[in-house]
């Protein structure tokens, strides 16, 4: 279960997507696994689960097909989730620098540790 609450959550596809935006926080956030393109039923499982209806949630999904199709399963459920991008050039969230998820994160008012903020 989860190891506190908090108002904003992030949904991301995989584990070291999910560490490495850790680190890059300041804030306790929730951050959410999918691993991966998921089906309607398990985004409807995750919604209940964490009760994102009454969160603030972040799509951070990696720039290609699977990412895009699972925003678009997200934007079906959650209308409202506010969708974080990185740059096609980057490919995945896990291969994008530090300093411009640091970027990605502070523009959507997260409280990013300054250090990656250093390019």
């Known amino acids: ?55 603030e949630v972040y799509i951070l999904a990696d720039a290609d097909y699977a990412g895009e199709k699972l925003r678009k399963q997200f934007k079906k459920e959650l209308p409202n989730a506010i969708h974080i991008y990185i740059d096609k050039m980057f490919r995945e969230v896990a291969n994008t620098p530090d300093y411009y998820l640091a970027l990605a994160l502070l523009s959507k008012n997260f409280n990013v540790n300054p250090k990656f903020l250093i390019q």
């Open 1 to 55: 279960m989860n190891e506190y609450k908090s108002e904003k959550v992030i949904i991301v596809e995989g584990k070291s997507d999910k560490k490495k935006i850790a680190q890059i926080l300041r804030d306790p956030v929730e951050i959410i696994c999918t691993n991966g393109t998921v089906s309607i039923q398990k985004i409807e499982e995750i919604v209940d689960e964490f009760d994102l209806f009454h969160k």
